[in-house]
């Protein structure tokens, strides 16, 4: 394992958070990229049902994970400030999934504002304290989901074996 001995742990804590605003803008860069590869169905082939499925398949993420990938690319598309935060590095992927549920163009601001100041554990239990609040179902977001393509792959019909 790398060791970092010439780095005071002050240092080292700074390395860490420099690092992980790379990382947020490198996925922001990725997030970007996957909502014009969404927008022009570039990933249609046999046997491919969506992007998340496509992306699940590319990249070794979880069908769930893949999923939440992609809805997250295209919401963006109507979330600026979320998106120039996230480009910057100054929120996590895990911050703009939990914004991106909740947010509208009316009140981006505040909710960039709120997640600058919030881990991306305690944005979830927020946003799920304004979905109950706002009377939003689980069943609700599944058929939302349906409705903009990011429902689960169905399953492949197993083959029958040649004999």
Same mark, same amino acid.
């Given at each position: 394992m790398k060791t970092f001995p010439h780095l005071s742990d002050e240092q080292l804590a700074d390395e860490i958070v420099t690092w992980a605003g790379r990382l947020a803008a490198g996925e922001a860069e990725q997030s970007a990229l996957l909502a014009d590869f969404d927008r022009r169905e570039a990933?249609?082939?046999p046997g491919l049902l969506s992007c998340a499925h496509w992306l699940a398949w590319r990249t070794g993420?979880?069908?769930?994970?893949?999923r939440e990938r992609v809805r997250v690319a295209r919401a963006l598309g109507d979330l600026p400030h979320?998106?120039?935060?996230?480009?910057?590095? @100054?929120l996590s992927f895990s911050q703009v999934r939990a914004v991106t549920r909740v947010a509208s163009s009316a009140d981006e601001h505040t909710w960039v504002d709120?997640? @600058?100041?919030?881990t991306g554990g305690q944005l979830e239990r927020l946003v799920r304290g304004c979905a109950a @609040?706002?009377?939003?179902?689980r069943t609700r977001r599944i058929r939302k989901r349906r409705r903009t393509g990011c429902a689960r792959p169905r399953r492949m019909p197993k083959m029958a074996a040649s004999s």
């Open positions: 990933w249609a082939g993420l979880s069908p769930g994970a893949a979320v998106e120039q935060a996230y480009s910057a590095g @100054r709120v997640a @600058r100041h919030a @609040r706002d009377g939003t179902s």
